[in-house]
T-cell receptor, first 119, second 111 residues
Framework: DAGVTQSPTHLIKTRGQHVTLRCSPI?????VSWYQQVLGQGPQFIFQ???????GRGNFPDRFSARQFPNYSSELNVNALLLGDSALYLC??????????????????FGDGTRLSIL | GENVEQHPSTLSVQEGDSAVIKCTYS??????FPWYKQELGKRPQLIID?????GEKKDQRIAVTLNKTAKHFSLHITETQPEDSAVYFC??????????FGPGTRLSVLP
């Protein structure tokens, strides 16, 4: 059974450019979350989507946006890239939103991430 | 919002010894606490989790304990092996909110 898959694995961009990162969740998982992991730190929450709707947004600027498709895959877009955007971007999936008030807490399963380097 | 602290930031143990990593959280409404292991260049992998209605959970050499009153939870690894060397992250989840991760602990198991 395939796990969470992300593409590309590595990406090099220059300041001011934009980037699109992609994620396919585990089969049957309807919730996708995006995290930014700077070297030496824990993952920082960016977005969560469930059933194509945004269910949570972390403390990131409007340059960051995301969407979820009918097949539950997701894209993370970052515009006007800054040097500080260099990080590992992780996607995680779960059957339901981890923070839902209607379902028991769900663990999140991570992909291998996309390593984004800004020059 | 929730804040998760994790100690120590680095930990070195001899092979066969035990390792303990402790996390504290600030929001008493948080009710789910997973632990992840991240090897160099690899994805974080869930190794154990605990819900707030349980005080302790064990899976072979790994155990997690939760003290809701003190708002802290700990990861215990017994009989450590070199392959346990990795960065370990704790996280906390409050209903209606999103996961908050600790800063990580780099565990080195020395042969």
């Amino acid at each position: 059974d395939a796990g969470v898959t992300q593409s590309p694995t590595h990406l090099i961009k220059t300041r001011g450019q934009h980037v699109t990162l992609r994620c396919s969740p585990i089969s049957g998982h309807k919730s996708v979350s995006w995290y930014q992991q700077v070297l030496g730190q824990g993952p920082q929450f960016i977005f969560q989507y469930y059933e194509k709707e945004e269910r949570g947004r972390g403390n990131f600027p409007d340059r960051f946006s995301a969407r979820q498709f009918p097949n539950y895959s997701s894209e993370l877009n970052v515009n006007a890239l800054l040097l500080g955007d260099s990080a590992l971007y992780l996607c995680a999936s779960s059957p339901f939103p981890g923070q839902s008030l209607f379902y028991p807490p769900q663990p999140q399963h991570f992909g291998d991430g996309t390593r984004l380097s800004i020059l | 919002g929730e804040n998760v602290e994790q100690h120590p930031s680095t930990l070195s143990v001899q092979e066969g010894d035990s390792a303990v990593i402790k996390c504290t959280y600030s929001d008493s409404a948080s009710n789910y606490f997973p632990w992840y292991k991240q090897e160099l260049g690899k994805r974080p992998q869930l190794i154990i989790d605990i819900r707030s209605n349980v005080g302790e959970k064990k899976d072979q050499r790994i155990a997690v304990t939760l003290n809701k009153t003190a708002k802290h939870f700990s990861l215990h690894i017994t009989e450590t092996q070199p392959e346990d060397s990795a960065v370990y992250f704790c996280a906390a989840l409050r209903p209606g909110q999103n996961f908050v991760f600790g800063p990580g602990t780099r565990l080195s198991v020395l042969p």
